[in-house]
């Protein structure tokens, strides 16, 4: 009976589970903390030293991506929610009991995955839209705001959002492939965080030709309204930033249907 399990059943118990585990609520929290909070913060700063910004940086600011600051500590946390989604199973030992009950693999992944992707998209589109919304209320009146009928800001702040979510879906592919929630979450970490500071050590010409295929310079890029110097537009580091996540879930999904549990 096990074997013809329909795939919307697993997919609603996969549903239950995100829900009701607690490290997947405290990571949704932190999204919404991190990116709302961080953009009311940084808002209110730059709202009350505009007067005494010098006339150049004035000129040059950018009232989006200032608003978006938070998806720098929002892409940390939906990398964990992404890694533990997976390897919380392992710690616990309940992925066995997930296999006994859903014995078809491939099956099991992409019911995940699906509502991991779905779960983290709902949730990084309302942060990134709502820590836009709050940034350009607080700079109203004071500084220059931006506003959602302009093309480039309306896909930045859609792509915001769409980066957190195909970072949690790297983060998965990395559990799916490694089963250890603290080496996951500290490969994750090294690859946003460590792996651009050494670059900064590399000549020039290296940093020039390799930077822009890191994962954070693609979501910069995805997130700036305006092109950015020596990386790729935002929607050919879409692609490049869906390619990854899809090469590392399909990489995970090999290793875990070839494995024991």
Same mark, same amino acid.
């Given at each position: 009976?096990?074997?013809?399990?329909?795939?919307?059943? #697993?997919?609603?118990?996969?549903?239950?589970?995100?829900?009701?585990?607690?490290?997947? #609520?405290?990571?949704?929290?932190?999204?919404?903390?991190?990116?709302?909070?961080?953009?009311?913060?940084?808002?209110?700063?730059?709202?009350?030293?505009?007067?005494?910004?010098?006339?150049?940086?004035? @000129?040059?600011?950018?009232?989006?991506?200032? +608003?978006?600051?938070?998806?720098?500590?929002?892409?940390?946390?939906? !990398?964990?929610? !992404?890694?533990?989604?997976? &390897?919380?199973?392992?710690?616990?030992? +309940?992925?066995?009991?997930?296999?006994?009950?859903?014995?078809?693999?491939?099956?099991?992944?992409? %019911?995940? @995955?699906?509502?991991?992707? *779905?779960?983290?998209?709902?949730?990084?589109?309302? /942060? $990134?839209?709502?820590?836009?919304?709050?940034?350009? +209320?607080?700079?109203?009146?004071?500084?220059?705001?931006?506003?959602?009928?302009? !093309?480039? &800001?309306?896909?930045?702040?859609?792509?915001?959002?769409?980066?957190?979510?195909?970072?949690? %879906? @790297?983060?998965?592919?990395?559990?799916? #492939?490694?089963?250890?929630? *603290?080496? $996951?979450?500290?490969?994750?970490?090294?690859?946003?965080? #460590?792996?651009?500071?050494?670059?900064?050590?590399?000549?020039?010409?290296?940093?020039? %030709?390799?930077?822009?295929?890191?994962? +954070?310079?693609? !979501?910069? %890029?995805?997130?700036?309204?305006?092109?950015? /110097?020596?990386?790729?537009?935002?929607?050919?580091?879409?692609?490049?930033? *869906?390619?990854?996540?899809?090469?590392?879930?399909?990489?995970?999904?090999?290793?875990?249907?070839?494995?024991?549990?």
């Amino acid at each position: 009976m096990n074997r013809d399990i329909s795939l919307g059943s #697993i997919v609603r118990s996969e549903w239950l589970k995100f829900r009701s585990v607690r490290s997947s #609520i405290t990571g949704v929290v932190l999204t919404l903390v991190f990116t709302i909070g961080l953009a009311a913060l940084i808002s209110s700063v730059v709202r009350g030293h505009w007067a005494t910004m010098g006339t150049a940086r004035q @000129l040059t600011f950018d009232p989006v991506s200032s +608003s978006l600051v938070g998806v720098l500590l929002a892409q940390f946390a939906v !990398g964990v929610i !992404g890694a533990l989604f997976v &390897t919380s199973e392992y710690s616990s030992g +309940s992925m066995r009991t997930t296999l006994t009950a859903v014995p078809k693999r491939i099956e099991l992944t992409f %019911a995940k @995955l699906l509502v991991l992707l *779905a779960s983290m998209l709902v949730v990084g589109e309302v /942060a $990134c839209f709502g820590s836009f919304l709050l940034g350009q +209320s607080i700079y109203s009146g004071v500084v220059p705001t931006a506003s959602l009928s302009n !093309g480039a &800001t309306l896909r930045a702040v859609v792509l915001a959002g769409v980066y957190l979510t195909l970072l949690s %879906a @790297l983060a998965f592919g990395l559990g799916l #492939i490694m089963r250890h929630s *603290a080496a $996951c979450i500290s490969v994750f970490v090294g690859v946003l965080l #460590i792996v651009p500071l050494i670059f900064a050590f590399l000549p020039q010409s290296w940093q020039n %030709a390799g930077e822009k295929y890191l994962p +954070s310079e693609l !979501g910069h %890029a995805m997130v700036s309204p305006t092109p950015v /110097a020596n990386e790729f537009g935002p929607w050919t580091s879409l692609i490049v930033l *869906a390619v990854y996540a899809v090469v590392l879930v399909t990489i995970g999904t090999t290793v875990f249907t070839r494995r024991d549990a």
